[in-house]
């Protein structure tokens, strides 16, 4: 399994990015997937999780009401629409796969991407 990330890039606070992850290779649709992210200096933190149907998510409440995870199983992609961003979202997003559901620890996830940019200027 192989996942890429795309999406990030410079935005001003209190706007919006949408970051896609494509995965490869068959058995998506049967993996939870998950976002995390690392800013310089900082340890990698969770930020969302969707189930393997996408019936179910979880956020870190510093992005709850702001962030929302979905998946397209068809298109073997999970997304993550980022609003209101702050500079404090500044990081390097990683997508990743578990089989856990709502699994918040990087520990739980045996795959990644290899993360995309995002830098909220103030």
């Known amino acids: 399994v192989q996942l890429q990330a795309f999406g990030g890039g410079l935005v001003q606070a209190g706007g919006s990015l949408r970051l896609s992850c494509a995965a490869s290779g068959r058995d998506f649709s049967t993996y939870a997937m998950g976002w995390f992210r690392q800013a310089p200096g900082q340890e990698r933190e969770f930020v969302a999780a969707i189930t393997w149907s996408g019936s179910s998510t979880y956020y870190a409440d510093s992005v709850k009401g702001r962030f929302t995870i979905s998946r397209d199983n068809a298109e073997n992609t999970v997304y993550l629409r980022m609003n209101s961003l702050k500079p404090e979202d500044t990081a390097v997003y990683y997508c990743?796969?578990?089989?856990?559901?709502?699994?918040?620890?990087?520990?739980?996830?045996?795959?990644w991407g290899q993360g995309t940019q995002v830098t909220v200027s103030s």
């Open positions: 990743a796969m578990s089989r856990m559901i709502g699994a918040t620890s990087q520990f739980s996830y045996g795959y």
